[in-house]
Structures are given as structure tokens and as C-alpha cells.
Nanobody, 125 residues
């Protein structure tokens, strides 16, 4: 089992930047794909970003490409999401995920094995 705990959410103004982090415990995450999903009020949960097992490949939903960057540190058992040029539409609860499959496509398809409890990001206009 892996436990995922997110941190770093908060309130930011339109156009601002924020990072959210995920700390995994229970086992090492090297070998696993990691990613982020989000759920905005009244909307379905959606894929945001993923990184493969060694950080060599990343994948993003179109609406965040060029603004968000996902990264991982397998030594620290963490995965981060740096969010720049935030927009009110980015307001959501952001969830950290992990999949035993090492590739990003697994995360994009929602075939994840573990979920964090989420952290709220609010972008004010």
C-alpha cells in the first residue's frame, strides 16, 4: 500500500503561481507512474498531468500545457506540480495519484491504484 498526502494548496490571484506537492509513504514510488487529477465544483474529476517512473516523460491535459510542470524526486518519494499563470478555471481540489504501471498513459486513462485526499487550489479573479 502507498499513502499519498498532498500539501501546498491555497488561494492565489488570477495570473499567479502556486506549487502543490505529494509525499508518498508505505513503499518507494520508483517504478510507478505518478500524476495529478483535479475536480472543480460541480464538475467531474479530470486528468491534469502525469510523469513516468523515472521522470523521463511527462503528459498534460491541453488546458495546462505550457503553464504547469510536473516533476518527481524518487529519492524523496515526492511528486510536485508547479502551476504558473493560474486562471479561475484552475480552481479545484487537486489529487495526487500513483499507478503500479510505470507509464504516463496509465494515469491519463484513470487506471490508478492509489489516490490522495486532495488539496484545494482557489484562483480568484
Amino acid at each position: 500500500q502507498i499513502q499519498l498526502v498532498e500539501s501546498g494548496g491555497g488561494l492565489v490571484q488570477d495570473g499567479g503561481s502556486l506549487s502543490v506537492s505529494c509525499l508518498a509513504s508505505g513503499r518507494k514510488i520508483d517504478g510507478y507512474a505518478m500524476g495529478w487529477f483535479r475536480q472543480a465544483p460541480g464538475k467531474e474529476r479530470e486528468f491534469v498531468a502525469a510523469v513516468d517512473w523515472d521522470g523521463g516523460k511527462t503528459d498534460y491535459i491541453d488546458s495546462v500545457k505550457g503553464r504547469f510542470t510536473i516533476s518527481r524526486d524518487n529519492a524523496k518519494n515526492t511528486v510536485d506540480l508547479r502551476m504558473n499563470r493560474l486562471q479561475p478555471d484552475d480552481t479545484a481540489v487537486y489529487y495526487c495519484t500513483a499507478a503500479m504501471n510505470p507509464f504516463t498513459l496509465t494515469i491519463r486513462k484513470g487506471e490508478v491504484d492509489w489516490w490522495g485526499n486532495g488539496t484545494l487550489v482557489t484562483v480568484s479573479s
